[in-house]
């Protein structure tokens, strides 16, 4: 029998030795896992092999309830690791969309087979024989698996518009403060929860009474004893939703384009535009009157949250401990400024625990877990190896990808050898459109599996790096990403604790003093002697009236101290006493920054002498890093 086709009872020409044959079946929703789906799929296939006796069945695979567009499913992944182990030579299914309702994801299906060791084969579709003709095929039920899954897309979200057209509730679950009347039945409609309009009107109360936080809302809620739908605790995110929701707004927007959450939410397209029909008002019976809709609005403009700046990923999250207890998390100041926060600061009562700075402890915690790798024993370090089975996949898919290409190269020649005859005929014409076809169909399959191959170097390249860490002399964790220093992290058990409770770090912008510093490349010089001091008093003198010295701040102490805060990278508040009151030490330097005399100063001070860098965000607490 040729790789790729499953043998018919009636080919006498065929090996009669038996071929072991695994059974894959899926559904994606619950409804087909219950009633008919996995059982049509198990009566076809088992009718499908009792007409070739030479196909001996080893076992059935189910992924019940898993999404056709994944090429990773539970059922799945055992399959392959059973063809692997040699179990199976060829999977059968009921039809190719059972692999999947996307082109991209039945193709990753079928190479994920074939890599592992064996074939695919359907009930009710030919695939033909291995080589051109199979990927063509191939290609084309793909194509049409795909096009009938969009067209039932669009059925069900035409059905839905009509629906919200008509005032019913198209779908998904309903407004907080609303249930769904009718639920299952074609004229479902939203109508008042009474036990979660309660807590409409009590939040309408709360916010409009003003002086109060999100989170102050949502821990009023908590200490009443009211939870969520789902059963759990309040907080300021799960709050911010619901005072987002359609009781708050006055009506119900189904395809509404302005509030997206994440990857659930209204499809738009190029236009910013809902991709499968226009926003529809769906009416509602009113929890709160309209001027109370208007006050709750308004008030909550006054609190409203910024949109998040997406940053990357903070490895140490959870990692770090405060004096409180609690567990930092990661965060992205307003300065521009990656940190890690407390996560109690926005409690009623604030912990006060300090930000970090994030570069700084993720730089400390670096140095620890390399340390800890090369203290300990090459065969006691945790191990992560490029396995045998990915190395072999990335190969024979790299090879695919190449075969794909000269496939297309081979099209192209053969149709620009019959366009560059002298003579055309109809047939000459047919087979030039014929190869023309082949050509856009191979170009297509070569799209997905380029693709995919570039996943499999990531996750190679993922793999490769950090092997090479855990194995090198002298390991360098910052080499890797940050996904790729957490799972150090996780597997060291890493902690972080400040050891400095007292610390406090610099919040807010940096001083224009510090950024010319900065910008300049001026360092900090050394406290002034009594000559330095009388040249710096005779500039002063020549620049500024009388009156700039008959402020009883001293003049010198202020200017030690301003270098004092420089070197440390203290808070102005922070400053201490024998420098005098930190506002008009604070005033008097912006002065003379503003007039160009901080320059001149700074000129003066650092001849012949190396002063030190300024201080600013870098300013840490001591931190205690150790691991499991």
């Keep these: 029998m040729q790789q790729g086709t499953a043998p018919c009872a009636e080919d006498k020409s065929r090996d009669s030795e038996s071929i072991a044959v695994a059974a894959y079946m899926r559904v994606s929703t619950a409804e087909q896992r219950g009633k008919y789906g996995i059982p049509a799929q198990a009566d076809a296939i088992e009718a499908f092999l009792e007409k070739r006796p030479t196909l001996r069945l080893v076992g059935s695979w189910e992924d019940p309830g898993e999404s056709g567009s994944t090429d990773s499913r539970p059922g799945l992944d055992e399959l392959l690791l059973e063809i692997s182990a040699g ?25 994920q087979v074939q890599d592992a060791g064996a074939e695919v084969e359907c009930c009710n579709q030919v ?182 700046i997406p940053v990357g990923e903070y490895p140490l999250t959870g990692r770090i401990h405060g004096s409180c207890g609690r567990p930092y998390v990661g965060c992205f100041r307003g300065d521009g400024v990656r940190t890690y926060r407390c996560s109690g600061w926005q409690a009623t009562d604030s912990c006060g625990c300090v930000f970090l700075r994030a570069d700084h402890v993720e730089e400390q915690v670096a140095r620890h877990v390399n340390a800890v790798l090369a203290s300990m024993p090459a065969h006691s370090r945790p191990t992560l190896s490029v396995s045998v089975e990915t190395l072999t996949r990335l190969r024979l898919h790299a090879e695919r990808v190449r075969s794909l290409k000269q496939l297309v190269a081979q099209c192209a020649e053969e149709r620009d050898g019959l366009r560059r005859q002298t003579q ?18 191979l170009e297509r399959v070569l799209a997905h599996a380029q693709d995919w191959l570039e996943e499999l170097e990531t996750r190679v390249s993922r793999d490769v790096r950090l092997a090479a860490v855990l194995g090198a002399a002298a390991p360098d964790s910052q080499t890797l990403l940050p996904s790729e220093q957490r799972y150090l992290i996780e597997v060291l058990e890493v902690r972080v604790d400040i050891a400095d409770p007292a610390f406090r770090y610099r919040e807010g912008t940096k001083c224009m003093t510090m950024q010319w510093h900065e910008r300049s490349g001026t360092p900090v010089p050394p406290d002034p002697t009594d000559n330095l001091w009388a040249r710096v008093e005779e500039l002063l003198r020549s620049r500024y009236r009388p009156h700039h ?56 001070l650092g001849d012949g002498e190396d002063g030190t860098p300024v201080l600013s965000h870098g300013a840490a607490p001591e931190l205690s890093v150790r691991s499991g």
């Excluded at 179990?87 to 190719?96: G, I, K, P």
């Excluded at 009347?181 to 109360?205: I, N, T, Y």
């Design 424 to 441: 055309h005929s109809r047939a000459i014409a047919a087979a030039m459109r014929q190869l023309e076809a082949d050509k856009r169909a």
């Design 127 to 308: 695939l033909g024989e291995p080589g051109l003709d199979r990927w063509l095929t191939i290609d084309r039920l793909a194509q049409t698996v795909e096009a009938d899954y969009r067209r039932i897309v669009e059925r069900t979200q035409a059905g839905r518009q009509l629906k919200a057209v008509d005032g019913g509730w198209p779908g998904g679950p309903a407004p907080y403060g609303y249930r769904i009347s009718g639920k299952g039945a074609f004229g479902s409609a939203l109508e008042v929860d009474p036990a979660e309009a309660a807590v409409v009107r009590l939040l309408a109360d709360l916010v409009i009474e003003g002086g109060r936080t999100v989170t102050d809302i949502a821990e009023e809620l908590n200490r009443r004893g009211i939870l969520t739908r789902s059963g759990k605790s309040w907080t300021a995110t799960n709050l911010h939703r619901r005072l987002k929701s359609a009781a708050f707004l006055g009506e119900a927007v189904f395809r509404r384009s302005d509030q997206q959450w994440g990857g659930h939410c209204t499809r738009l397209d190029g236009s910013g535009r809902p991709l499968h029909g226009e926003s529809v008002v769906v009416p509602l019976p009113p929890i709160l009157p309209a001027d109370r809709i208007r006050a709750v609005q308004q008030s909550l403009a006054e609190f409203a949250r910024p949109r998040r």
């Design 549 to 604: 010295f008959r402020s009883p701040l001293d003049l010198r102490a202020a200017l030690t101290g301003m270098l004092h805060r420089l070197r440390t990278g203290i808070l102005w508040r922070d400053l201490p006493e024998r420098f005098g009151d930190p506002r008009k030490v604070r005033f008097r330097q912006r002065t003379w920054l503003a007039d160009g005399v901080w320059a001149e100063i700074m000129e003066l």
């Design 87 to 111: 179990r199976a030579d060829v999977v059968v299914v009921h039809s190719l969309d059972r692999l999947g309702r996307t082109e991209a994801a039945i193709w990753r299906c079928i190479w």
